[in-house]
């Protein structure tokens, strides 16, 4: 079938679909006046005529607007990879082993991960589970998986970037399939004092970047984050009475503020 350039403004009019195409006119009736407006244009847009959505397209645009219209070729077909396929390649064409372990140094190269999400990845991609377990046991034994170090890494990391405190940070790691212990020890390098310090600081930068509410507002939303990243409610408490104590406006709000009546003694020094 053949696309004119007044086939393609009336795609262009009839709205932009996924992946870059251009859908074709709602009604034919549409599509004639179209037609019509282009020819008197002079194909002024299908030459490319200062329109932001074709910058750049030139060959590629008319290319994408007839896809599938000749030789019978879908998407992706010149390459022949599937979707998520390893290097491009076709995957039933190749060693099972290959394709396993590209997948998992993809997913290492970008940073390091748990047995259980490269596992899950491995079984995304539909590797037989003797093979993915093969694989993992290996990657075990030399060191590539490290669900220890993993989860030291991971605290220091989103305690210092996100200022997440233990209890967040623990639950993203049973998410990520730590084991108790690892999450364990990797918690214990976090220290009561280091996590009030970082609370500190957090709240002390959310009144300096918004702008002043009443007393109410203001101490719900700086509880409300504290809560968000996984402080306990009675260090929350504390540093938010603290911090509302050194301004006038809140100062008789934090008077009122009793920390040690949301105090949990199982979670708190």
Do not use: N
Request: net charge neutral; charged share 35%; with cysteine.
């Amino acid at each position: 079938m053949r696309t004119g350039a007044a086939d393609i403004v009336a795609g262009r009019r009839g709205g932009k679909a996924q992946d870059g195409e251009f859908r074709a006119a709602p009604s034919r009736t549409g599509g004639a006046k179209r037609r019509g407006r282009a020819r008197a244009d002079g194909g002024a847009r299908a030459d490319g005529g200062g329109d932001a959505l074709w910058d750049g397209g030139g060959e590629g645009s008319r290319d994408r607007a007839g896809q599938g219209s000749s030789g019978g070729a879908g998407k992706g077909s010149r390459t022949g990879a599937g979707k998520g396929s390893p290097k491009g390649g076709d995957e039933s064409s190749r060693d099972p082993r290959e394709v396993a372990r590209e997948i998992c140094l993809e997913l290492l190269a970008v940073r390091p991960r748990t047995r259980l999400e490269l596992s899950t990845a491995l079984r995304r991609h539909k590797v037989a589970s003797e093979i993915a377990e093969e694989l993992l046991e290996r990657y075990d034994e030399v060191g590539i998986i490290d669900d220890a170090a993993f989860a030291k890494a991971w605290v220091t990391s989103r305690h210092h970037g996100k200022g997440l405190a233990r209890r967040a940070l623990a639950s993203e790691l049973r998410l990520k399939g730590v084991g108790a212990g690892e999450v364990g020890a990797a918690l214990a390098e976090l220290d009561p004092a280091t996590e009030a310090e970082t609370a500190r600081a957090l709240v002390a930068r959310r009144l300096r970047s918004e702008p002043a509410g009443s007393p109410d507002a203001v101490f719900r939303r700086l509880v409300g984050m504290l809560a968000r990243k996984g402080y306990p409610p009675g260090l929350t408490m504390r540093v938010v009475k603290d911090a509302l104590a050194e301004r006038e406006e809140t100062a008789e709000l934090a008077d009122a503020i009793d920390p040690d009546a949301y105090a949990d003694p199982d979670i708190e020094d």
